[in-house]
C-alpha cells in the first residue's frame, strides 16, 4: 500500500467506527500520553466510489454545464469538471459541509429582515438540501426560457443565464434564490478547483498551477531571503497522487 | 443536582489563552485549580502536524477549529428598533473551541497597547478639553495605566516568546522598533523575523515618507526558545497556513506550544474537557458564588470552588455572567447597569495594489508577518485639527498566499468567473499586495450586548444578542487613515487600487473580517461605570474573576490579546497573593 492508500484505509477506518468522533467527556490529568495522530484530526480524502449525492445523471450533467462555464478549459488550464469539480462538490455535500453541520438553523428565521440585517440572504435549507432544488431550478429556466435542457444550451446561452443570476435579474422561481444559487455554486466549483487534490478537485494541481501556489509545503526559510525571484517551485499535495 | 465534584480552590470557565495563563500562575502558588473547557484535548502531535495543517480547504475554508455555530452563536442588529436575528454560518464572529481556544489558531499579532489606549478619556480632555468627547460619553479610563501593565506584559512576552525588536527601552528610543511604544523593561525574548519582498518594499516606501517602520512583534517565534516555564519552542518556518490554522513546528505562541505542557504535569491541576459550563452558582446572600453548573455528556454536574474565574473568551465571558445573574444588564436609554456595557469592536480597513512588474511570492507567510507604522494610530499624532479620536497601526502584511481564501483579490472590475477570472487570478495572485489598517474602536452608549429573547442554544440557553453600528468618531478616523494607507499604497507603486473601507458602511458580520470583539464587562474604577475592578474581580461578587478582551473599556489599534494574557497573569497574582488569604474586595468601590 503506498502513503494514499494508507491515508485512504484509514479514513475509511475511521469513519466506518460506530462511536461518536469525540471520545466525551473526560477529566484529564497529566499529558494524555496518546501522542499518535488523532482520529478526528486525520486528512479525509475524498471518497472514490462513485457519486453519493449527485446520483442522477441528469442533475450532474446540469451542474456540469454550469460548472463548464464558470471555470471553462482555456490557456489558465483544464475546465471544472475535467479538474474534478463534480466529484469535489458530490464528496464535499455528502459530509458535514453539505450537512450544514456547523450551521445554525434553528427558526425562527424571517426572510427580509435576516437579508437586511446580515447583507445577503439566509436559509435554514443545508448546502445539501440547496443543491437539489437549485439544479432543478435551473433545469426548468432552461426548458422554459429555451425549451432544451440546461446541458444542451449552447455556452453563450448558458453565460448569460449566469451573468442573470449573478445580478439578480433571472428568478429561479419562488422556492430557490437564483444570486444566492449562482454564489454558492462560484464558491464551491472554485474551492474545487483550488483545494488540496486529495478532496477530489485540483487534479495535476491544475488550480494551484494557474497561479503559482506551491501547496502544502510547510519550510520556506531556504526562499525568504530570495526576494522577488520566481522560485519555481513545483507545486506538492498532502497526499501525493504517486 | 445530578454530580457534585470535590471542591476546588479555583474553577477556571474555558482554557484558552487567559485561562491556560491563570492555571499556570495559580498551580504554581500551589492551589487547587479545576479547568473546565467545552472542547475536546487538542494537541501538536495529535492534532495538527505538518502532515496535516497545510490544508485550506478544511482549516481556512471550512474552519474546522473554530466554534461552529450549531453549538452556540450570536445574535446581531445593528439598532435598537429592529429585530435581532441569528449569525447561522461563518462570519467575523470566530470564537476558539477546544482545549487551547481561539489561541491555538491565532495569528500571533502580539501587541502592547498605547499609554494613550488605557487612559483615553483623561488624555484627550487633557490635551485637547471636554469638548473633544463630545458624543463619546461612555469613553472611560481603564483603571490602570501603562506603566502598571509592564511587568504583566513581559512575562506574558516571555511565556510566549515574542519576537520582535523593542523601539523604547525604559524610555531610550531605538530606530527600527516603534519609538511610539510604552517604555519597555527589555527587548523581545525572540531577534525580529524576516522581511518577504513585499515587506521591504513597504518599510522603505514609509521610510522615505518620514515614518517609522517597523517588524510587527509575533507570536510567530524567530528562533528556539526555551520559555520561563521550560517549554522548548522551534522557529517559524514561513509556512503561512498560520491564522486559522495550528501550528505544527511548535513555533506560534499557544497554550499547546507555551503552557500546558507543563501545567498538566502539576499534580493540582484537572481539566475537564467537553465540558460545557452553563452558568456560576450564587450563594444564597448572592454575594459571592459557589463554584459553576455544567454539563457534560448531557448529564449536569456542579464544580464547587471557592473562587470563579470566567475565561470565556469576550463575548461568552459577557453572557455567562448575564446567565448567572451576577451584576446589573446595562440599559442604554438610562445608562444604568453595567454588563454589556461598552462593546466596541476594531475599525479597519485595507487597500490592495497590483504592481504589474514584482513577484511577491505570497505563499511565504506568517500570521503576524508584517511591517507596521503607528505615526497614525491612537494620539501618536495631533488632532487638535482633526474631528476625531484615535488612529490605527497602517500595516504591510505577508500573512498568506491561500488560494481559496485570495480568489476574489483581483483588480477592480475583472469578472469573478469564466476565462476572465482564470486569467485574472493567474495576472495577479503574484503581484497584488496589501495595506491594512488596524484602527481604534470607542463605545457609544447604544452599543452594548444583552441576552436574545427569541434564539438558544443547544442546551436551551439563551444567545448573546449584540446591537452594534459604528459611531461618528470611528468612521471619521477610518476615512483618515484609509488615505493615509492609499499615499502609501501608491508612493510604493501599487496601481488600480482596491479599497475596503469597512466603517464606510453598516456594520454586518459578514463584511467584515476582524475577530476582534470587545467589551461588555469591562474594568475600571467607578463600579457604577464598570462591571470589573481594575483586577477584573466582579464589583457584585467579589470571588469571581472575568479575564479577557470583555475588560476592555474602548480598543486600541491592535490586536487584543497580549493584553488578555498580561491583564489575565495581573488578576491571577492578586488571587493568589492577596485575595485567597484574605477574601474580600480587593478594592473599596
Ligand atoms: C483567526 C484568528 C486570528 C487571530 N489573530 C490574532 C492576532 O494576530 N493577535 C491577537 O492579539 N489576537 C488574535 N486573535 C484573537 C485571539 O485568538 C484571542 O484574543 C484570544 O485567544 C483570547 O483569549 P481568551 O482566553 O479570552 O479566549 P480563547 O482563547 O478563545 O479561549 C476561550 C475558551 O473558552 C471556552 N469556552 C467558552 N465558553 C465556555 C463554557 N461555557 N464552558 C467551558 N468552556 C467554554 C472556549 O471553548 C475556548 O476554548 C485571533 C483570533 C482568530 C480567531
Ligand atoms: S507561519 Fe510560522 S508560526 Fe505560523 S503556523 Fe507556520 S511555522 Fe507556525
Known amino acids: 500500500m503506498n502513503r494514499r492508500e494508507a491515508l485512504r484505509s484509514l479514513g475509511a477506518l475511521t469513519a466506518s467506527v460506530t462511536v461518536a468522533p469525540y471520545v466525551g467527556a473526560n477529566q484529564l490529568k497529566n499529558v494524555p500520553l496518546e501522542t499518535a495522530l488523532s482520529e478526528d484530526s486525520l486528512p479525509r480524502p475524498a471518497r472514490v466510489d462513485g457519486f453519493s449525492v449527485l446520483v442522477e445523471d441528469s442533475d450532474r450533467k446540469t451542474l456540469a454545464a454550469a460548472f463548464d462555464r464558470l471555470i471553462p478549459a482555456d490557456d489558465y488550464g483544464p475546465s471544472a469538471t475535467e479538474a474534478g469539480c463534480l466529484e469535489f462538490l458530490d464528496d464535499q455535500l455528502a459530509g458535514d459541509y453539505g450537512a450544514g453541520k456547523a450551521l445554525y438553523l434553528q427558526a425562527p428565521l424571517k426572510p427580509e429582515n435576516e437579508e437586511a440585517l446580515m447583507g445577503s440572504p439566509q436559509f435554514l435549507a443545508t448546502p445539501k438540501e440547496r443543491y437539489a432544488t437549485g439544479v432543478k431550478a435551473l433545469e426548468a429556466y432552461a426548458q422554459k426560457a429555451h425549451g432544451k435542457a440546461f446541458a444542451d444550451l449552447s455556452d453563450d446561452q448558458i453565460d448569460e443565464i449566469l451573468t442573470g443570476l449573478e445580478a439578480g435579474d433571472i428568478s429561479l422561481g419562488d422556492d430557490v434564490d437564483g444570486q444566492a444559487f449562482f454564489e454558492l455554486m462560484l464558491q464551491n466549483v472554485r474551492e474545487g478547483y483550488l483545494a488540496d487534490p486529495m478532496y ?31 522560485l519555481g517551485l513545483i507545486p506538492v499535495s498532502l497526499i501525493p497522487q504517486d | 443536582m445530578a454530580k457534585t465534584l470535590p471542591k476546588a480552590d479555583v474553577v477556571i470557565v474555558g482554557m484558552g489563552w487567559a485561562g491556560s495563563v491563570m492555571a499556570e500562575e495559580l498551580t504554581r502558588a500551589g492551589l487547587n485549580v479545576v479547568g473546565i473547557e467545552r472542547g475536546a484535548w487538542r494537541d501538536t502531535s495529535t492534532d495538527f502536524p505538518p502532515a496535516v495543517d497545510p490544508d485550506e480547504l478544511r482549516w ?28 447561522r454560518n461563518w462570519s467575523a464572529f470566530q470564537y476558539g473551541w477546544n482545549v487551547g481556544g481561539a489561541g491555538a489558531h491565532w495569528a500571533g499579532m502580539s501587541w502592547r497597547f498605547l499609554e494613550w ?18 458624543g463619546l460619553e461612555n469613553v472611560q479610563d481603564w483603571g490602570v495605566t501603562y506603566k502598571d501593565m509592564e511587568p504583566y506584559y513581559d512575562r506574558f512576552e516571555r511565556i510566549a516568546g515574542t519576537s520582535g525588536y523593542a523601539g523604547n527601552i525604559q524610555g531610550e528610543k531605538r530606530p527600527g522598533g516603534n519609538i511610539f511604544e510604552g517604555p519597555r523593561k527589555r527587548d523581545y525574548p525572540t531577534p525580529a523575523l524576516k522581511d518577504t519582498h513585499w515587506m521591504s518594499m513597504y518599510r522603505e516606501t514609509v521610510n522615505d515618507m518620514g515614518y517609522h517602520p517597523f517588524t510587527i512583534p509575533a507570536g510567530n517565534i524567530s528562533q528556539a526558545y526555551v520559555n520561563p516555564l521550560g517549554v522548548n519552542m522551534g522557529p517559524c518556518t514561513y509556512c503561512g497556513f498560520c491564522d486559522f490554522h495550528g501550528c505544527g513546528n511548535f513555533s506560534k505562541s499557544s497554550p499547546q506550544a507555551c503552557i500546558l505542557p507543563t501545567l498538566m504535569r502539576r499534580p493540582n491541576f484537572t481539566l475537564l474537557t467537553e465540558t460545557e459550563v452553563l452558568h456560576a452558582v450564587k450563594h444564597d446572600d448572592g454575594k459571592t458564588a459557589k463554584g459553576v453548573k455544567f454539563i457534560a455528556n448531557g448529564e449536569e454536574g456542579f464544580q464547587p470552588a471557592d473562587v470563579v474565574c470566567i475565561t470565556a473568551y469576550q463575548m461568552d465571558n459577557v453572557r455567562l455572567m448575564l446567565l ?140 448573546i444578542r449584540l446591537t452594534f453600528d459604528w459611531n461618528e468618531n470611528d468612521k471619521k478616523m477610518a476615512n483618515y487613515v484609509t488615505d493615509k494607507a492609499t499615499e502609501i499604497m501608491k508612493r510604493a507603486g501599487g496601481k488600480h487600487l482596491l479599497t475596503d473601507n469597512q466603517a464606510s458602511r453598516s456594520w454586518n458580520p459578514y463584511m467584515q473580517h476582524s475577530s476582534h470583539t470587545i467589551g461588555g464587562a469591562v474594568m475600571g474604577a467607578d463600579p457604577t461605570t464598570s462591571a470589573l ?8 461578587a467579589h470571588n469571581v474573576f472575568v479575564v479577557g478582551a470583555s475588560a476592555f473599556p474602548n480598543n486600541g489599534g491592535y490586536n487584543p490579546t497580549l493584553t488578555v494574557g498580561a491583564l489575565a497573569v495581573r488578576a491571577a497574582q492578586a488571587i493568589h497573593q492577596t485575595y485567597i488569604n484574605n477574601p474580600g474586595p480587593l478594592v473599596e468601590a
Not at chain 2, 326 to 348: A, F, H, K
Not at chain 2, 385 to 413: K, V
Not at chain 2, 533 to 540: A, C, F, H, R, V
Open chain 1, 200 to 230: 477530489g478537485g485540483n487534479r495535476g494541481m491544475a488550480g494551484w498551477k494557474m497561479v503559482g501556489f506551491p501547496g502544502a509545503r510547510y519550510d520556506y526559510r531556504p526562499y525568504i531571503d530570495r526576494r522577488g525571484e520566481d
Open chain 2, 60 to 87: 481556512h475554508t471550512r474552519r474546522n477549529m473554530l466554534q461552529p455555530m450549531s453549538v452556540e452563536t450570536t445574535t446581531f442588529r445593528n439598532r435598537t428598533d429592529q429585530t435581532a436575528a441569528p449569525v
Open chain 2, 117 to 134: 489606549d488605557f487612559q483615553v478619556a483623561t488624555k484627550t480632555r487633557e490635551r485637547y478639553g471636554e469638548e473633544k468627547l463630545n
Open chain 2, 324 to 463: 448567572s445573574g451576577i451584576g446589573e444588564q446595562y440599559d442604554p436609554q438610562t445608562r444604568r447597569g453595567t454588563i454589556g456595557r461598552n462593546y466596541s469592536y476594531q475599525t479597519c480597513s485595507s487597500v490592495t495594489g497590483f504592481f504589474d512588474n514584482e513577484r511577491m511570492n505570497p505563499f511565504i507567510g506568517g500570521g503576524a508577518l508584517g511591517v507596521q507604522i503607528d505615526d497614525f494610530n491612537g494620539d501618536n499624532f495631533d488632532h487638535t485639527d482633526l474631528d476625531f479620536i484615535g488612529g490605527a497601526g497602517i500595516m504591510g502584511y505577508s500573512t498568506n498566499g491561500r488560494p481559496i481564501q485570495n480568489m476574489n483579490g483581483l483588480r477592480p472590475g475583472t469578472k469573478r468567473w469564466g476565462s476572465e477570472w482564470k486569467a485574472g487570478y493567474a495576472r495577479d495572485y503574484q503581484t497584488s499586495a496589501s495595506i491594512f489598517c488596524q484602527g481604534t474602536s470607542m463605545p457609544s452608549r447604544d452599543v452594548y450586548l444583552d441576552l436574545d429573547p427569541t434564539y438558544k442554544d443547544r442546551h436551551g440557553q439563551p444567545l
Open chain 2, 533 to 540: 475592578n481594575p483586577y477584573l474581580q466582579s464589583w457584585d
